[in-house]
Every structure is written in structure tokens, then in C-alpha cells.
T-cell receptor, first 115, second 116 residues
Framework: NAGVTQTPKFQVLKTGQSMTLQCAQD?????MYWYRQDPGMGLRLIYYSASEGTTDKGEVPNGYNVSRLNKREFSLRLESAAPSQTSVYFCASRGQGLSFFDTQYFGPGTRLTVL | AQKITQTQPGMFVQEKEAVTLDCTYDTSDPSYGLFWYKQPSSGEMIFLIYQGSYDQQNATEGRYSLNFQKARKSANLVISASQLGDSAMYFCAMSPTQGGSEKLVFGKGTKLTVNP
């Protein structure tokens, strides 16, 4: 049971390049999320998917697109990377357990640098 | 809009002593959840403790307890008997009720250093 996995762990891009961050969970969770973490800041929500087939914008969606490929996988795409997108990206998933306020479980993060 | 405020950028505590990390929140929702996460230097986000807005008792998980004061809109984390391994960033987060998606809103965090 791997929980939430993310690939790659590190990535360096040049301005204008594109890339996709991959996320997968094996906990049969319905909801999945993408956050970014900048120095001195908490995590900010980029996009989320409440269930397979649905996606919605979070607090900072500009410059990103997402795909909920199936129940397990939720990818984040940068079409034309900018230095402002240098950050650590976290994927998370959440089930519908005994409590309505179920815990979000996080992946290990992807450290992205855009030059 | 929901907001989490953590006013302590850094805190220091001696090993084996207790420490309180502050968290205040702002929401107009009657029902919400409050969470604390730990982020060690390795970078992963580790769930510590959860408190529901309707819970009558303060949450406890081992050495962690949450001092929940609803009227003051505060949800402070208390770590008892601090250990060197407790040195990390600590984030308070809130889950507002918005269509069941339970997005988390995070504070900016407090860096805790435990001294030997």
C-alpha cells in the first residue's frame, strides 16, 4: 500500500517548456488535490477533483491544467512554464471515511525549478 | 472567505518541555474541521490531529492535543514532552464546508526548534 505517489521528485525546466506532474493513489479515494508550496507560505490549492470526471479551480489555477484520468490518477500540466511557477508541488487525496471531515493524505512532493 | 492565521514564525522549546503553537481561524460556516500537519526537513506533510467544529471534547493523539476554543476561533496545538524529532514546520489548516469537496486552507506555518 504505497498511499499517494508523485513523479518526478525533482525537475528543472526552462521558461516556456511544458511538463506534466503525475500523481496516483491506491487508497480508493474519491477526492484528489494539487497544492503548491512557496518559501514562507503554507500550501495553496491549485486544482482539485471531488470525484472521477470532475475538476475545479482552487486558489491559484492560472498557468495550470489538470486531468483526472481515472479514480487513481490526477495529473497537473504546465503548458508554458514560468519562473513564478518554481515551487514544491504536493498531490493529496481524501476518502469518505467515518467522519465527514476526512483527512487528506499527501504525496512526497515534486520540487520544480523554472529557469 | 476562510482564513488561517499562525502568528508565530518560529518557536523554541527545550527537550522534554511542553510547547503551544497558536492558530486562529476565520469562517462564517457553522460546520468545519481543523487540522494540524507536521512538515519535517525532508518535506513530506504528516497529518497529526483533527478537531471537528461540533466536537464537544478537545482532540488528543498521543503527545499532541488540540486546545479548541470555538468562541475565540482558536485551535492551538499543544505538544507535550518535546523530543528532538519534533523539530519541524507545523501547519494549521481548515476544511470549510463547500459542496463536500473539503478543500484545505492552510496557515503560513510555525517553525519549531527543539533544543537539547
Amino acid at each position: 500500500n504505497a498511499g499517494v505517489t508523485q513523479t518526478p521528485k525533482f525537475q528543472v525546466l526552462k521558461t516556456g517548456q511544458s511538463m506534466t506532474l503525475q500523481c496516483a493513489q491506491d487508497m480508493n479515494h474519491n477526492s484528489m488535490y494539487w497544492y503548491r508550496q512557496d518559501p514562507g507560505m503554507g500550501l495553496r490549492l491549485i486544482y482539485y477533483s471531488a470525484s472521477e470526471g470532475t475538476t475545479d479551480k482552487g486558489e491559484v489555477p492560472n498557468g495550470y491544467n489538470v486531468s483526472r484520468l481515472n479514480k487513481r490518477e490526477f495529473s497537473l500540466r504546465l503548458e508554458s512554464a514560468a519562473p513564478s511557477q518554481t515551487s514544491v508541488y504536493f498531490c493529496a487525496s481524501r476518502g469518505q471515511g467515518l467522519s465527514f471531515f476526512d483527512t487528506q493524505y499527501f504525496g512526497p512532493g515534486t520540487r520544480l525549478t523554472v529557469l | 472567505a476562510q482564513k488561517i492565521t499562525q502568528t508565530q514564525p518560529g518557536m523554541f522549546v527545550q527537550e522534554k518541555e511542553a510547547v503551544t503553537l497558536d492558530c486562529t481561524y476565520d469562517t462564517s460556516d457553522p460546520s468545519y474541521g481543523l487540522f494540524w500537519y507536521k512538515q519535517p526537513s525532508s518535506g513530506e506533510m504528516i497529518f497529526l490531529i483533527y478537531q471537528g467544529s461540533y466536537d464537544q471534547q478537545n482532540a488528543t493523539e498521543g503527545r499532541y492535543s488540540l486546545n479548541f476554543q470555538k468562541a475565540r476561533k482558536s485551535a492551538n496545538l499543544v505538544i507535550s514532552a518535546s523530543q528532538l524529532g519534533d523539530s519541524a514546520m507545523y501547519f494549521c489548516a481548515m476544511s470549510p464546508t463547500q459542496g463536500g469537496s473539503e478543500k484545505l486552507v492552510f496557515g503560513k506555518g510555525t517553525k519549531l526548534t527543539v533544543n537539547p
